[in-house]
C-alpha cells in the first residue's frame, strides 16, 4: 500500500479594509500601499529559503543566522501573454556553524525544497555568500 506525503494547508483572511491575518492566529498584516501582493511573493521566497535551509542544517546539527533579499520583474510572458514573474533573484547571506564539508549540498537542498521558489514558474536565481565568502 503507497503512503500518502504529508499534506500542509495555509489560509488567510483579507477583511474589507484590505488587512490580513493568518489562519493560525497571527497578527494583523496591515493593509499599506507599500507592499504590494508581489512584494509580498518575494518576502515569501526568501524567508521560505531561510527556513528550508534551517531545516536542513539543523539536521546536520549546524546553526544558522543570515538574511536574504529577493527581487523580480514582473512583464508580460511570451508564453501565454500573461502578467507574471519573469525573472525572480534570491541573494542570501548567511553564516553556517560549525561550516558543513558539503556546503553546496546543503545550499542546494534548501533551494529545493523551499516550496516557494518550487511553486513559481520563473525559476529564482540564487546567489549565496556564506561565512563571508560567496558560494558558487
Partial sequence: MASSAKTF??????DDQGDARSDDGGPVLAHDEAWSPEHLVLAGLARCTLTSLRYHADRSNVSVGGSADAKGTVTQRDTDGRY?????AVTLDVTLEPTPAN???LLSKAERDCFVGASLTA??????????EEVA
Fill in 103 to 105: 556546503v553546496r549540498e
Fill in 123 to 132: 525559476k529564482p536565481r540564487y546567489r549565496w555568500t556564506v561565512n563571508g
Fill in 9 to 14: 494547508d495555509y489560509a488567510v483572511s483579507l
Fill in 84 to 88: 507574471a514573474f519573469v525573472r525572480i
